[in-house]
């Protein structure tokens, strides 16, 4: 029996669309299914919109800042639909730009629907697609996470903001609790600080950014500080009452008054309507897919991408499972999840990360040697006037490679692709020491921090 597919994706993420091109460029039968908007969380409420927003709070904040640099600036107005709308009109265009490239691709089949797995037929899948049963040989799930809303009594009725609905918000919130002091809540809590909310965020942990060192947390916790926005850690939310628009929050023993909240308690994958049961694809107890590091479930002929596969749930690694799963469907099957993932926490200033911190690279029993740089001995940033944060960088003792590095400056995301490079490239850290960097650059910071190791 002849398949109808070659090739069936499940999911028109970041990982999903560009393999479905490339195998389809290459001759595959390839079937595209998004039961909702191409692009993944990225382009429709991640990364496209939240950038494009947070330009615009920078340029507010730098505004506010203009006495400084000499300038009168008597009045920022803040036009939260006209800053939301900009985000929205690109995550709009980033859609449609994707859907109109894949439209000129020859042995591609869009399915705009939900599809799920049924079972076997033979050595093939068979899916469901609407009333249309569909035959495929090997099947690619990109499905991605959606927002955990936590049980707490009230919420349900109360109602809340997540990073699947922020763009839908039609007012600014006058007084913000963000439940979770995780990535996504510390960025939009600054967001919404900018714009003019009054913030506080409620951390049920001893600390923000609970994966990171506790002196890179809690320099990042201090700047937000700065700008206006309250911390109460250790916190939990137990109840929730009355509307969005005047809400009640009770935490612990405190009572807090809100307009609205915005619930940032992490993601969950969508693998719960896939049907994987009835071909046998393993999940852990949170849903997510089991895969080798070759993204190949528990099934032969079944893979997984993007964040439903565990491991970083980052755009930029689900670009690289693309690439990793176009080598082992039509490839020589070397790429593999063995890499480097450095990411970025996109407060202002950003958060640059890559490999281990301290303390992990301390449990994992290496004797390690810190670098330590403050930004503000920077003569670029000096000169700029954005001297806060610092980089530390992590050293193995024994054969003087980078071990991880956090960059806590303005363009940290940028720098630390210095440290990414030097990781990959497997160089001792002498390898920035002894360069040339240009002077004056931010990037000469990068540099410093290593320049005081022995």
């Not at 809303?149 to 913000?176: K, S, Y």
Request: some cysteine; proline content about 3%; aromatic content about 6%.
């Amino acid at each position: 029996m002849d398949p109808d597919f070659d090739v069936f994706v499940i999911g028109a993420g970041q990982a999903g669309s560009p393999l479905a091109k490339s195998l389809a460029e290459k001759g595959r039968r390839v079937a595209l299914a998004e039961r909702s908007d191409i692009g993944g969380s990225c382009v429709n409420f991640g990364c496209t919109p939240t950038k494009a927003a947070f330009a615009s709070t920078r340029i507010a904040h730098l505004a506010r800042r203009g006495a400084q640099y000499g300038l009168r600036i008597p009045t920022i107005d803040v036009d939260y639909a006209a800053v939301v709308g900009r985000a929205r009109d690109m995550a709009v265009d980033f859609r449609n730009h994707l859907a109109a490239e894949l439209a000129k691709v020859g042995n591609l089949t869009m399915l705009a629907e939900h599809v799920r797995l049924e079972g076997r037929d033979g050595d093939l899948f068979r899916l469901r697609a609407g009333s249309r049963s569909i035959c495929a040989r090997r099947v690619v799930l990109d499905t991605g996470t959606r927002s955990v809303i936590p049980p707490i009594e009230g919420l349900d009725q109360a109602g809340c903001v997540h990073a699947g609905n922020w763009l839908d918000l039609a007012d600014l919130p006058a007084r913000l609790v963000v439940i979770g002091g995780g990535y996504i809540g510390l960025e939009m809590a600054q967001f919404y600080r900018r714009l003019g909310s009054e913030v506080t965020v409620l951390e049920g942990g001893g600390r923000v950014a609970g994966h990171e060192d506790e002196d890179v947390a809690a320099a990042l916790q201090k700047l937000l500080e700065a700008e206006g926005i309250r911390f109460r850690l250790h916190t939990r939310v137990e109840k929730v009452e009355g509307k969005r628009g005047a809400l009640t929050i009770t935490a612990g023993d405190a009572r807090l008054e809100a307009t609205h909240m915005f619930v940032a308690t992490g993601r969950r994958p969508n693998t719960d309507d896939l049907g994987l049961e009835t071909v046998g694809v393993k999940t852990s107890k949170h849903g997510i897919v089991e895969v080798d590091e070759k993204l190949a479930t528990s099934v032969a002929g079944i893979w997984a991408a993007g964040d439903i596969r565990g491991g970083p749930m980052f755009t930029h690694t689900a670009w690289d499972d693309y690439r990793i799963l176009e080598s082992q469907i039509a490839g020589d099957g070397s790429r593999t999840t063995e890499r480097i993932v450095p990411y970025a926490v996109f407060t202002d200033p950003e958060l640059g990360r890559v490999g281990m911190t301290e303390s992990e690279a301390r449990k994992a029993g290496h004797r390690v040697k810190i670098g330590r740089f403050a930004m503000k001995a920077n003569g670029k940033a000096i000169e700029v006037g954005e001297t806060a944060g610092f980089i530390k960088v992590v050293i193995d003792a024994d054969d003087d490679r980078l071990l991880g590095a956090a960059v806590l400056a303005t363009e940290g995301a940028e720098l630390v692709h210095v440290y990414v490079a030097l990781m990959n490239a497997r160089a001792p850290f002498a390898a920035i020491r002894d360069a040339v960097f240009i002077h004056p650059t931010l990037a000469e910071a990068v540099q410093s921090a290593v320049s005081e190791i022995g």
